[in-house]
């Protein structure tokens, strides 16, 4: 690898400033003073601490059940170190943290909390779905208005809104009862979660679908008809109840229109 | 829309003008109580990235008070200042912002916050010298292109200053609106922070602004600090009231200036809504007092 050419690091003001602002162990960049005309440790910290700090309330804004898990001291380290492998790449705030589960994942002072990293995507997931464009569900009566040959056929269109994902964790209960600083000592950890996201309206809704509704709605936000969906489900479960999933994945909002 | 939709707006729909009077920056905690109590207050603003997702209740919620208020559109990250060219996307939500709610006036800051590809969510200081202006102008050309309209530079909070600047911060504000026919927000907690922390007269760089550019000023809480060497260091908080000297710094202001929108930013550790409003009525009770003067002055 060659050395970095003069003329990049000479004129790489915002780079040396930047790199700074995130790293504490990078020195305070050159020909930054204070009214004596002398460099001031002190006030380049002030860009320092603002910077991270209010990174630091976004990341807490955008994970409140994962700050309450670990502990607001915590999560501030957490999130400090978060930011400075994954600093935000775009300005809009609740857009940041994408990769807070794969980090958390990997993030071995966690590692004895490993289903923090699926409540953090479902975290991530409620707040996108909070954010989703305005469109109305599928209402459960349209259905009914295709005609009986044709209803297998039939593709289910993804609303805007949701998003589907099978967790070897309660990760849907523990970001619940956490966001609402419930008790969650009697959650049981052994057991997994298939969580559907939905915000038919403003309100969003962290779902935990019944056997086989993450195999048949996911079959269908993928694009297979009613009748593969259907089949699909049926096969992975025993007692699959079609008429029951089918009302409930209506009345939740997860679709937006049906196409033939 | 419906006829229903048209007769439930109030007299200051969709594009409005914001009148010279105070306004509160937005919060979403606060939406409810000011619709149910009816908030008398001149205008409401907002930081354009919070109404950067597609739907949903910022959106809903925003769409109520702009039926209600007249709105003024704040951006906070589009870094005009930064080395890097523009963030295009980003660029392209702000003029879709302004499509979509027509506000009374834009406005950004003179500042950086992206830089090869990180957003810092900071308003980061810029060095006052040739490259930079010109930077900076191509910067708010493009923005008022893509936009379509006048935008608003605002005077930046500054805890370091630069060995490389060559001319004054006014200078520097000056020939970008004079370059680019941009206008200016006239941040006046800014102006004081600024001055202290850099030990410059706020007076003097209140009478040496070019005052006939500013469209808006904006007024907010510091939180006092020191440097190592112990002299003040203030910080542009926007957790708390606006200080008396920064009243006293307005004043002067209104008494050249008449009257001009007045924004109260109050951004952390956000008050109760009363207690924000009570700011934007202290800034109405000046406003006022100078109208009544200049209309006395008019009648005599
Ligand atoms: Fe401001």
């Known amino acids: 690898m060659s050395p970095m050419p003069d003329s990049e690091y000479l004129s790489g003001g915002q780079s040396g400033f930047s790199n700074a602002l995130l790293d504490p162990e990078v020195q305070t960049p050159p020909g930054l003073v204070g009214p004596d005309g002398l460099a001031s440790e002190k006030r380049f910290s002030v860009y320092r601490n603002n910077v991270m700090a209010s990174l630091i309330d976004a990341m807490g804004a955008n994970f409140p059940a994962i700050k309450r898990l670990v502990g607001d001291e915590f999560f501030v380290s957490l999130a400090r170190e978060f930011i400075v492998q994954f600093p935000p790449t775009q300005p809009i705030l609740f857009m940041y943290g994408d990769e807070f589960g794969t ?9 004895d909390f490993p289903y923090l990293a699926d409540v953090a995507r479902v975290e991530y997931a409620w707040l996108q779905s909070y954010h989703a464009a305005d469109v109305s569900p599928l209402e459960a009566g349209e259905l009914g208005n295709i005609a009986g040959e044709d209803v297998g056929r039939a593709k289910f269109v993804p609303h805007s809104s949701m998003w589907i994902f099978r967790s070897i964790w309660p990760a849907a ?15 049981d950890l052994s057991v997994g979660e298939d969580i559907l996201i939905t915000r038919p309206v403003l309100d969003v809704q962290t779902l935990i679908l019944p056997q086989g509704g993450f195999e048949f709605i996911s079959a269908l936000a993928g694009g297979e008809t009613l009748e593969a969906a259907a089949g699909i489900a049926m096969g992975s479960v025993e007692n699959f109840d079609l008429p029951a999933q089918i009302s409930g994945m209506l009345v939740c909002g997860a679709f937006c229109r049906i196409d033939l | ?53 597609a739907g949903g209740v910022p959106h809903r919620q925003l769409g109520e008070i702009r039926d ?99 001319m004054s911060e006014i200078d ?19 102006i004081y922070v600024s001055a202290t922390n850099h030990e410059f007269s706020p007076e003097d760089y209140l009478d040496a ?92």
């Open chain 2, 209 to 300: 602004f070019p005052i006939n550019l500013v469209g808006e000023v904006h007024l907010a809480g510091h939180a006092p600090d020191e440097d190592e060497a112990g002299r003040p260091l203030l910080i542009d908080a926007h957790d708390r009231k606006v200080a008396d000297v920064v009243w006293a710094l307005y004043e002067r202001l209104i008494a050249k200036t008449g009257g001009l929108p007045t924004l109260i930013e109050w951004d952390d550790d956000i008050p109760a809504w009363p207690i924000l409003l009570k700011e934007a009525e202290i800034a109405e009770g000046i406003l006022s007092n100078f109208q009544e003067r200049a209309d006395h002055v008019a009648n005599a």
């Open chain 1, 173 to 187: 209960s523990l970001m619940d009862r956490n966001r609402e600083g419930a008790d969650c000592s009697d959650i």
């Open chain 2, 68 to 166: 209600k208020y007249p709105l003024s559109l704040h951006g906070v990250g589009l870094s005009i200042g930064g080395e890097d060219p523009l963030n295009m996307d980003h660029l392209k939500r702000l003029a879709e912002l302004n499509r979509r709610y027509q506000p009374g006036l834009f406005s950004e800051h003179l500042a950086w916050s992206s830089h090869d590809g990180a957003y810092l969510n900071d308003l980061l200081p810029v060095p006052y010298d040739e490259a930079t202006l010109d930077r900076v102008c191509d910067h708010v050309d493009l923005v008022q292109e893509v936009v379509g309209r006048q935008m608003l530079l605002e005077n930046p909070s500054t805890y370091v200053a630069f060995e490389q600047s060559t």
């Open chain 1, 103 to 111: 980090f958390l994942e990997n993030f071995p002072p966690v590692a």
């Open chain 2, 172 to 190: 520097f504000i000056k020939t970008i609106a004079e370059r680019t026919g941009c206008g200016l927000l006239l941040d006046v907690n800014n």
């Open chain 2, 1 to 53: 829309m419906n006829e229903l939709n048209s007769n439930d707006r109030g007299p200051f729909s969709i594009g409005s003008e914001i009148p010279a009077r105070s306004g509160a920056g937005l919060k979403a905690e606060h939406v409810e109580e000011i619709l149910s109590s009816r908030a008398d207050i001149g205008f409401f603003e907002v930081h354009a990235e919070n109404y950067m997702g």
